[in-house]
């Protein structure tokens, strides 16, 4: 048990700084990725959150760099050992400008499954349109963090998400202007559905491998 977990009953709120400093899962990070989500407001309130909710850290071989994922099952976030133990030993903060953002998207997906935000899906239909918003959440929760972090350090975030940084980047900027969360999340969810799933089966036969593929792949094989 984490000795800064609340005992049952009322107490008193843990500062969510103090709680990650102190947290074993949290130390699992670069130092510089720690100092980035303890940066944010947002980043580091979420994450302390998850981790006394829970949820537990891995470093593991084979992930592929900058790449990490959520699961679920195991209420996890497992961050691919080659860049935690390799990238940021050369380059710490080059490898946290990337990391940061992918991290904040599992930070989404986790928040998501946490607060069960998304109901189960019925029909493949639903199906998809679920798949899509589920992304498009974990891709709006990092740009906000990375637009946090970005006003209050000056920092460069080089932001991920099924898409160039570019891309993420104009429509997170027009949304600033037009402040349509709907719209926004749309268009999140259309660049993920539409992305390449490398690997993948042409499942709807339109000639190309898509994350839809992937949606209608594990919609088959019994997901929802």
């Known amino acids: 048990m984490d000795p800064l977990e609340d005992a049952p009953g009322d107490q008193p ?65 497992i961050l691919d050992a080659a860049t935690i133990n390799d990238e940021f030993s050369s380059d710490a903060d080059y490898a946290a400008s990337i990391m940061i953002s992918t991290i904040a998207h599992e930070i989404g997906h986790a928040l998501a499954h946490m607060n069960a935000l998304f109901p189960q899906a019925t029909t493949l239909g639903e199906f998809i349109e679920t798949y899509k918003l589920k992304e498009a959440f974990a891709i709006l929760n990092s740009m906000l963090i990375s637009s946090e972090l970005e006003g209050s350090t000056g920092m460069d975030v080089i932001n991920v998400g099924y898409a ?56 088959n094989d019994g997901y929802r």
């Open 164 to 219: 160039t940084d570019g891309e993420l980047t104009a429509l997170f900027n027009a949304f600033a202007v037009h402040k349509n969360i709907d719209t926004l999340l749309s268009q999140y969810g259309d660049l993920f559905i539409n992305a390449e799933w490398p690997g993948g089966t042409d499942m709807d036969g339109d000639g190309k491998t898509s994350q839809k593929d992937k949606a209608i792949s594990q919609y």
């Open 13 to 77: 709120e843990i500062d969510p700084a103090f709680y990650l400093e102190n947290n074993t899962e949290f130390k699992k990070l670069p130092t510089k990725l720690q100092a980035l989500i303890l940066a944010s407001p947002m980043a580091r309130n979420q994450m302390a959150t998850l981790l006394r909710n829970g949820l537990t850290i891995e470093i593991s071989a084979n992930m592929g760099l900058y790449q990490a994922e959520y699961n679920p099952t195991d209420n996890k976030i």
